[in-house]
């Protein structure tokens, strides 16, 4: 596709209940990041693809939150149980490959996600 | 711990020139970058360094210097348009991004 793509663009849910964020990379991009971004402060990461690999899964805030990638292409992000605290910004991001020259990474739009 | 340090905000008059300071402390190192991010918009991309020395990108200018963990971001000629939150990242030899905070970057006509 022509850049990253996210869904949905807005989520509003109540707690306790699981949500799922979706991404759709650049096709052709083996690398995939997950971002979370709290209201006026900076970029948190969570989680990295190699393909439908992620060799880190430290970042993730607790174990309600889990990732998958499939294809090389489609990631999802779950988070279990919400919680009030889980309300944030949630971007997507993908690079051409995972370092070297071709690592710039470019973001989605976001998935705004509130928690009630 | 990892760190990447940045001013939280700063102030300069348009068509003049700002520099924003970024001193990081990673555990490993594969290149900083630079990203500018509007309110309510996601990042983009402004620069990558990974050797010592200027890149120079029209208006915008990233410095490196590992030796001493420091970046700066120049940017010239400022306009209106480029009030926006400046993003300082490291890629560390996990290949992780540590991101700053960011630097709100606020220009007054």
């Known amino acids: 596709g022509a850049g990253v793509s996210q869904s949905p663009s807005n989520k509003v849910t109540e707690k306790g209940k699981d949500v799922e964020l979706r991404c759709d990379p650049i096709?052709?991009?083996?690398?995939l990041y997950w971002y979370r971004q709290r209201l006026g402060q900076g970029l948190e990461f969570l989680i990295y693809?190699?393909?439908?690999?992620?060799?880190?899964k430290s970042g993730l805030p607790s174990d309600r939150f889990s990732a998958e990638r499939t294809g090389g292409s489609v990631s999802t992000l779950t988070i279990q149980r919400t919680q009030q605290e889980d309300s944030a910004v949630y971007l997507c991001?993908?690079?051409?490959?995972?370092?070297?020259?071709?690592?710039?990474?470019?973001f989605g739009p976001g998935t705004r996600l509130t928690v009630l | 711990g990892q760190n990447i340090d940045q001013p939280t905000e700063m102030t300069a008059t348009e068509g003049a020139i700002v520099q924003i300071n970024c001193t990081y402390q990673?555990?490993?190192?594969?290149?900083l970058f630079w990203y500018q991010q509007h309110a309510g918009e996601a990042p983009t991309f402004l620069s990558y360094?990974?050797l010592d020395g200027l890149e120079e990108k029209g208006r915008f200018s990233s410095f490196l210097s590992r030796s001493k963990g420091y970046s700066y971001l120049l940017l010239k000629e400022l306009q209106m348009k480029d009030s926006a939150s400046y993003l300082c990242?490291?890629?560390?030899?996990?290949?992780?991004?540590?991101w700053g905070a960011g630097t709100k970057l606020i220009i007054k006509p």
């Open positions: 991001a993908s690079s051409l490959a995972l370092g070297g020259t071709y690592n710039e990474q470019f």
């Open positions: 360094n990974v």
């Open positions: 096709s052709g991009h083996t690398a």
């Open positions: 693809f190699q393909g439908n690999s992620a060799p880190d």
């Open positions: 990673t555990s490993g190192f594969n290149g």
């Open positions: 990242a490291v890629w560390d030899s996990n290949y992780q991004l540590i």
